[in-house]
């Protein structure tokens, strides 16, 4: 059984950048048949979608965050990265990763991290 | 833009009750539509896929139907750990902003 967990700093500084990793077990990311996902939720509102990537490193944006956002992967490890620049406190939110099967579904997901924006 | 709009965003009902979601899109989306369950402080989960397709391990009493632009998720007769909230997912495009519905709030009554 496929398991994501995320990581990464629970605080960052307004204009600072996020950073969090993924960390796929039970699985290899090595695979054509899936992208890797971010979504995000702020306290007490909806899921909103930030991006994925595939094996080949192309990757699809949510056109809100594009200009802030890159996700890449690392084969070697095992896990995807998500950095978004310049946050402000709008940004604070639970950041899930998540499998992604292209015209399908979001079928596993990590546990979620909570990220503060804050000084 | 593909919108998607998932109502009622709040709903309240009693064990045993069955109720409806609905999830309607503003183009045509054959049945590239999902359903998950979020319950307090948990990640979502997926529960049913293809707008009709339950997952592996997912009670019975969840069903979905729809394809084209509406779609609604059933719970037959609800279990206390149903409460939760509901959210609606599209395939179709590319992820974007309009991935999501709103979500519904499942409360007991």
């Known amino acids: 059984q496929v398991q994501l967990q995320e990581s990464g700093p629970g605080l960052v500084k307004p204009s600072q950048t996020l950073s969090l990793t993924c960390n796929v077990s039970g699985d290899s990311i090595n695979t054509a048949t899936y992208y890797w996902s971010w979504i995000r939720q702020p306290a007490g509102k909806g899921l909103e979608y930030i991006g994925r990537v595939f094996l080949s490193g192309s990757t699809n944006y949510n056109p809100s965050l594009k200009s802030r956002v890159t996700i890449s992967i690392d084969t070697s490890k095992n896990q995807f990265s998500l950095k978004l620049t310049s946050v402000t406190a709008a940004d604070t939110a639970v950041y899930y990763c998540a499998r992604d099967r292209p015209y399908s579904s979001l079928d596993q997901w990590g546990q979620g991290t909570l990220v503060t924006v804050s000084s | 833009d593909l919108q998607m709009t998932q109502s009622p965003s709040s709903l309240s009902a009693s064990v045993g009750d069955r109720v409806t979601i609905t999830c309607r899109t503003s183009?045509?989306?054959?049945?590239?539509l999902n359903w998950y369950q979020q319950r307090p402080g948990k990640a979502p989960k997926l529960l049913i896929q293809?707008?009709?397709n339950l997952q592996s391990g997912v009670p019975s009493r969840f069903s979905g139907s729809g394809s084209g632009t509406e779609f609604t998720l059933t719970i037959s007769s609800l279990q206390p750990e149903d409460f939760a909230t509901y959210y609606c997912q599209q395939s179709y495009t590319t992820p974007g902003m309009s991935t999501f519905g709103q979500g519904t709030k499942l409360e007991i009554k």
């Open positions: 183009q045509t989306i054959s049945t590239y």
């Open positions: 293809a707008a009709s």
